[in-house]
C-alpha cells in the first residue's frame, strides 16, 4: 500500500504506509478528556428496534434512552447529567475488563466482563415488531446476564428519570415479577425473577451468576401504563432474542454489497436501518440531542429529526447495497408531508410527519460534561436552506438509474419543485451548515439547485413528462454560469464558500460527486488541494474542517473535524485517479471508528475522541458511499453512488 497518486506524485496530506494500522493500535494512548463522570462518546453502542433506540456504555450502562419514539423525552438521560439523569446499570461489583462486538449480521450488543474469578456475557437488544412481544408494552429493552466461567458478583441500579429528569416515578414493587416505574400514565416496569430493593429513588439488585447461570431482565415501557403484571417474561425473552437475531439477519442478507471493508459497510448499514423510523420511514439524523460538537461549549443540538438533507444521502447508501424499497418509502413519505406543494418543503420533519417544533432549553441539565444548553428541538426548521430540492430530485434521479419506476403520483411534486427553484436560487439561505448569522449566497446551495434543474430535465426526458423544458434548461444554463463566474476565486483558482466571500468550505467537495465539474476539472482540482491543506487540522494534519477558522456562523467556540466531508475527500481523490491515496485515507478514518464500528457527527483530530450527537447516520452513510466508490474505481467501473450523470443530450 502506497501514500502516492496514480502519477506517483506524493498526494495530498499523503499517509505514511501502514499508518492507519498503528493507529489502531495506539488507540488507548489517546489524551484523554477530562471525564467529570461521564464516559467518552466512542464507548457506546446502539441498540434499537426502528421505533426508539438506546445507548449503553462499555459499563453495561444504559445511558440514554427514550419512550416512546426516538424524539420522546427521555427515561434514562445519564449522558446528559450523570447525577440527575438516570440510568440502567448492570456491571460486575469487582474490577473488571470488557470486550464488545455485535452479535454477526444483528442489532443485539454482547458484552463479556473479564473479573479475577470469573467470566460473564451481558447480551443486549431491544426486540422488534417482527419478534412479536407487544404483549409486554409498546417497546422493551432486554439484558440477559450469562455466567462462561467462574463467579462473577453484579450490581444492578435501575433509576428511570421521566421526561427528561424533570419528575421522579412512582414505584410499585411485585414481590416475584419485579418492579413498575410511573410517571402520570406511563411507566417502565422492570420484569425479573430475583429480589430488588427500592429506595424511592432507584431499584437496585446484588446477585451472582456462576457459569452456565442466566439472569434476564426486561424493562417494558408502556402508555397507558398496565393494570396487571405478567408472568414466563425470563422464558419469553430467549424466544425473542431468537427471533430477534433472525430479523436482523434475514434483512442485512438482502445487501449486495460485495466489495473490499464489507464489515464496516455492512455495520453502518445496520446502524441506519436502526435510524429508519418504522411507522413511517422517516430517517433520524441521529439518536441523541446535544452531544457537544465542542466540549463545554454551546454547538449542542437535538438530531432527532428527519432532515430531508440527510435522509436522501442515506438513500444513496441504501439503494447501493440494493435496499431501493427503502428509498420508495422515503419519496412517498416526503410527497404526503408536502401535498406536492414545493413550497411546503421543510428543512427537516418529526420522524412521525410533524411539521411544526419548537427549540428550547433544559436548564435543569448540566449537558455532557458540562456542554451547556442542552435543546430540544430545532430552530433550523424556519431556515431557508434550498440545497433540498436538489437532494430530493438527485434521489429521485438516482431510483430511475437503479431500475426503478418513477410513481406517477410524484411528478407533480418534483416539477413544482423545478419550477420553483428557477425562481427562488437567486436569493440566499442559510446553507448546509445551517448557519446562525445572516444567509449567504452559498455555492453549494447554488450548485443543488442546478442538480435539481438538470435532474428534473433528465427525468422529464426519461419518462415523456410534461414541463416547461425551454424555460428548465435555461435556468440551468444561468445558473451553472453564476456560480463559475460568482462563486470561483481567479486569484487564488479555487471556488469560494459563497458569492462575495473568499472563504474556502469543504461542502465545495461535493460539486464533482454531484456532475457539476469533474474532479479533474483545474478549477474542481485546485480547489481539492487547497481544502486538504488549508482546512487541514490535528497534529498529524491528516482531517480536515468544514470551513475555514475565520468563518463566522453566529456562534461562539469550534469543533472538531466533520467525517462528513473527510469522506468526500476521499470520493474526491478516488474520482481523480488517485487511489492509493483515497484507500490510505478511508483506511484512516476506518480506524477512527469505536470498537463495534460506529461513528459520532465529528473526532478531535488531536486525540480521536468522539463529538457531536452519535450515532451519525451522515457519518456512516459517507462510509457507505466511499467504499463502493473505491471498490467501483478498483475494479474500472463507474461508481454506484454520487457519480457525476453522462452530459445531456441536446
Not at 432527532?304 to 419519496?331: K, P, Q
Not at 424556519?382 to 431500475?403: K, M, P, S, T, W
Amino acid at each position: 500500500m502506497t501514500a502516492h497518486g496514480a502519477d506517483g506524485r506524493r498526494g495530498i496530506g499523503a499517509l505514511r504506509p501502514g499508518a492507519w494500522l498503528r493507529r489502531v493500535f495506539r488507540r488507548a494512548e489517546r489524551r484523554a478528556l477530562p471525564s467529570g463522570g461521564y464516559d467518552p462518546i466512542e464507548d457506546y453502542a446502539l441498540i434499537g428496534d426502528r421505533v426508539t433506540c438506546a445507548l449503553v456504555s462499555k459499563q453495561g450502562s444504559i445511558d440514554w434512552a427514550c419512550f416512546p419514539r426516538m424524539d420522546s423525552p427521555s427515561v434514562f438521560a445519564r449522558i446528559l447529567d450523570a447525577k440527575k439523569g438516570g440510568c440502567w446499570r448492570i456491571s460486575p461489583a469487582v474490577p473488571y475488563r470488557t470486550e464488545r462486538r455485535y452479535l454477526p449480521d444483528t442489532n443485539i450488543l454482547e458484552t463479556t466482563f473479564r473479573t479475577p474469578d470469573g467470566e460473564a456475557v451481558l447480551i443486549d437488544f431491544m426486540p422488534t415488531q417482527a419478534a412479536d412481544f407487544e404483549r409486554l408494552g409498546d417497546s422493551a429493552i432486554i439484558r440477559i446476564v450469562r455466567g462462561v466461567r467462574g463467579v462473577v458478583p453484579f450490581d444492578l441500579v435501575f433509576e428511570p428519570r421521566f421526561d427528561y429528569a424533570r419528575s421522579l416515578p412512582t414505584w410499585t414493587v411485585h414481590e416475584r415479577a419485579g418492579v413498575r416505574a410511573s410517571h402520570f400514565d406511563e411507566s417502565l416496569t422492570l420484569h425479573t425473577s430475583l429480589p430488588l430493593r427500592v429506595d424511592g429513588f432507584a431499584a437496585t439488585a446484588s446477585f451472582r451468576v456462576a457459569a452456565g447461570e442466566t439472569a434476564t431482565f426486561v424493562a417494558a415501557y408502556r402508555r397507558p401504563a398496565p393494570l396487571v403484571w405478567r408472568s414466563g417474561v425470563e422464558e419469553e425473552a430467549l424466544r425473542v432474542l431468537r427471533a430477534t437475531e433472525t430479523y436482523w439477519k434475514e434483512w442485512i442478507a438482502r445487501c449486495t454489497y460485495d466489495g473490499p471493508y464489507a464489515d464496516a459497510v455492512r455495520r453502518s448499514a445496520l446502524v441506519l436501518r436502526l435510524l429508519d423510523y418504522a411507522p413511517t420511514g422517516a430517517i433520524v439524523a441521529a439518536p441523541t440531542t446535544s452531544l457537544p460538537e465542542d466540549i463545554g461549549g454551546v454547538r449542542n443540538w437535538d438530531y432527532r429529526f428527519c432532515w430531508i438533507r440527510d435522509a436522501t444521502y442515506t438513500l444513496y447508501a441504501f439503494n447501493v447495497l440494493g435496499y431501493h424499497a427503502e428509498a420508495e418509502t422515503f419519496l412517498s413519505w416526503v410527497f404526503d408531508m408536502t401535498r406536492g406543494q414545493p413550497q411546503s418543503l421543510r428543512v427537516l420533519y418529526g420522524i412521525g410527519g410533524e411539521q411544526e417544533n419548537v427549540e428550547f432549553e433544559l436548564p435543569h441539565l448540566e449537558g455532557y460534561r458540562g456542554s451547556r444548553p442542552v435543546r430540544v428541538g430545532n430552530a433550523a426548521q424556519r431556515q431557508r436552506q434550498l440545497d433540498i430540492y436538489g437532494e430530493l430530485l438527485d434521489v429521485a434521479f438516482y431510483e430511475h438509474l437503479c431500475g426503478c419506476s418513477l410513481a406517477p403520483d410524484l411528478w407533480p411534486l418534483l416539477r413544482a419543485s423545478v419550477d420553483y427553484v428557477c425562481e427562488a436560487w437567486r436569493t440566499p439561505d442559510y446553507g448546509l451548515w445551517e448557519i446562525r448569522a445572516a444567509p449567504r449566497h452559498f455555492v453549494y446551495s447554488k450548485v443543488l439547485c442546478w442538480v435539481a434543474v438538470d435532474r428534473g430535465i433528465r427525468l422529464a426526458r426519461a419518462y415523456g413528462l410534461p414541463c416547461d423544458l425551454e424555460r428548465w434548461e435555461a435556468a440551468a444554463e444561468e445558473i451553472r454560469q453564476t456560480v463559475l463566474e460568482q462563486g470561483f476565486d481567479p486569484g487564488r483558482g479555487t471556488f469560494t464558500q459563497a458569492f462575495g466571500y473568499a472563504d474556502l468550505d469543504a461542502s465545495l467537495l461535493a460539486l464533482p460527486l454531484r456532475g457539476f465539474l469533474p474532479a479533474t476539472d483545474p478549477r474542481m482540482a485546485a480547489t481539492i488541494e487547497r481544502i486538504a491543506t488549508e482546512l487541514a487540522v490535528g497534529r498529524e494534519r491528516r482531517l480536515i474542517r468544514r470551513t475555514s477558522p475565520t468563518f463566522e456562523d453566529g456562534l461562539p467556540g469550534d469543533e472538531g473535524a466533520f467525517l462528513l466531508v473527510n469522506f468526500w475527500l476521499v470520493d474526491c481523490l478516488t474520482m481523480m485517479g488517485r487511489l492509493g491515496e483515497a484507500r490510505e485515507r478511508f483506511e484512516y478514518l476506518l480506524s477512527l471508528a469505536n470498537d463495534v464500528g460506529l461513528y459520532a457527527e465529528m473526532v478531535d483530530p488531536d486525540t480521536g475522541a468522539h463529538l457531536g450527537n452519535f450515532p451519525q447516520a451522515f457519518t456512516h452513510v459517507a462510509l457507505i458511499s466511499s467504499a463502493a466508490n473505491l471498490a467501483a474505481a478498483e475494479r474500472q467501473q463507474p461508481s454506484p453512488v454520487l457519480a457525476p450523470p453522462q452530459p445531456r443530450g441536446s
